[in-house]
């Protein structure tokens, strides 16, 4: 299926939700064409070296909430449904990059039902407390799953500050263990 | 042992034979002075000769090379020209601030061959100052300002409320210090040791 791309220097997990700022007429045409035909757009990485600067893969995202700041600015808010693989990227007149989307089970642990939760409960413990101390985080996520291991990890992947290089290496090209490893070793400081 | 041509200023001030030279600290500590306040080229001569040897055999240890190993001289000693003027005898003898001088070089230049190795550790935690800044236009307003978000937790609150914006991207380092309830510093660490540890899962492959 052909979708609208909107790089940006952001890194993104399916079920996941961010706000964007929307202001450019690209962006604006596109936000208007997604809402219309309920096709949504890809999110992307923003990267430097590739055509368009669009990266091999991104987060289809559905426009689920908008609003506007102070300066009347467009807010939109969206959710990651589905990651995707891009390909045949091209710009239009308006310089809006198009592609063909398919969609991907990556990252793979993602769907494992056999990631549990139990031992790894103090991942799951910090990143409640970071929901409830962040109104805005909790606010924009419509849908949590604390219940679900993958969908913790996913949202600590976003949220550390780390480089987003870093965060797809993590993601996409180690193992579920490994990425548990690296989450426990920040968060609970355990050298294991 | 020792050598015949020993600089007046070496001479062991207690007349007695020790299987070591004992550390002359004294005329080190007015040779550093003396090149702090007179740009004494005599007295750096003598902290050179001092000191030079005791650097090279510290740099071969740690790059295993000769030739960074000088590197190394150099550049401990052309720090030590440059910065005399911040040495003072209260912070303790000459030797102990000359070899913190040569540790940081040394840092710096492990960094470097670092950094032209892999990816340098500290841009793989903030790739946003040096990312980034030609692209910076098409896409800067779209996101919340990260860098600014960085800045936020040092507001008092009612600015923050001003300043805080409408979008959640990722955490700073300090609001995840605040978060999890530990210094800065521990995350810093703590980021980058899990980076090392993923690195050595990993294998090179990446670098």
């Known amino acids: 299926m052909k979708r609208a791309i909107f790089p940006l220097p952001i890194f993104m997990l399916p079920e996941g939700y961010t706000r964007l700022r929307i202001f450019e007429p690209r962006y604006l045409n596109m936000v208007k064409t997604a809402l219309k035909n309920n096709t949504g757009f890809v999110l992307c990485t923003f990267e430097h070296d590739t055509p368009f600067n669009i990266s091999a893969q991104g987060c289809l995202v559905d ?74 985080l909790n606010l924009l996520y419509k849908k949590t799953h604390f219940d679900k291991l993958p969908w913790i990890a996913a949202r600590w992947l ?35 | 042992m020792v050598s015949q041509q020993q600089s007046p200023r070496c001479e062991p001030n207690t007349g007695k ?50 030739a960074q190993a000088m590197e190394l001289v150099q550049e401990t000693l052309t720090s030590v020209w440059r910065k005399a003027h911040l040495y003072h005898s209260d912070k303790g003898a000459a030797t102990t601030w000359v070899y913190t001088v040569m540790r940081n070089a040394s840092f710096d230049m492990l960094r470097k061959m670092k950094s032209n190795k892999e990816e340098n550790i500290s841009e793989d935690i903030w790739p946003l100052l040096n990312d980034s800044q030609d692209t910076h236009h098409e896409y800067s307003d779209h996101l919340e300002d990260k860098q600014i978000k960085r800045y936020l ?17 990722d955490m700073s380092q300090e609001q995840l210090a605040h978060q999890l309830n530990i210094p800065v510093g521990t995350v810093k660490s703590r980021l980058r040791l899990a980076l090392q540890k993923l690195r050595n899962e990993m294998g090179d492959q990446h670098d």
Not at chain 1, 88 to 113: A, F, I, M
Not at chain 2, 153 to 169: C, H, M, N, S, T
């Open chain 1, 63 to 136: 426009i689920i909430d908008f609003d506007q700041d102070d300066n009347d600015v467009l807010l939109i808010d969206v959710f990651a449904s589905q990651h995707v693989q891009i390909n045949d990227v091209y710009q239009d007149e308006d310089e809006l990059r198009h592609g063909l989307v398919s969609p991907c089970n990556t990252p793979y642990w993602y769907k494992d039902s056999n990631n549990q939760i139990g031992e790894h409960y103090l991942l799951h413990d910090a990143l409640k407390n970071v929901f409830d101390g962040n109104t805005e």
């Open chain 2, 153 to 169: 937790d040092k507001l008092p609150i009612a600015q923050r409320e001003v300043v805080r914006g409408v979008y959640f991207q």
């Open chain 2, 17 to 66: 034979y020790t299987a070591m030279p004992e550390t002359p600290s004294k005329e080190l500590m007015q040779a550093l002075l003396d090149v702090a306040q007179s740009r004494d080229k005599k007295a750096f001569s003598y902290l050179f000769e001092y000191f030079a040897p005791k650097i090279k055999r510290f740099g071969i240890k740690q790059f295993g090379v000769e």
């Open chain 1, 158 to 192: 976003e949220l550390l500050p780390v480089s987003i290089e870093k965060k797809q290496q993590l993601a996409f090209e180690t193992n579920f263990d490994n990425l548990l490893n690296f989450l426990h070793t920040v968060i609970n400081n355990e050298f294991a």
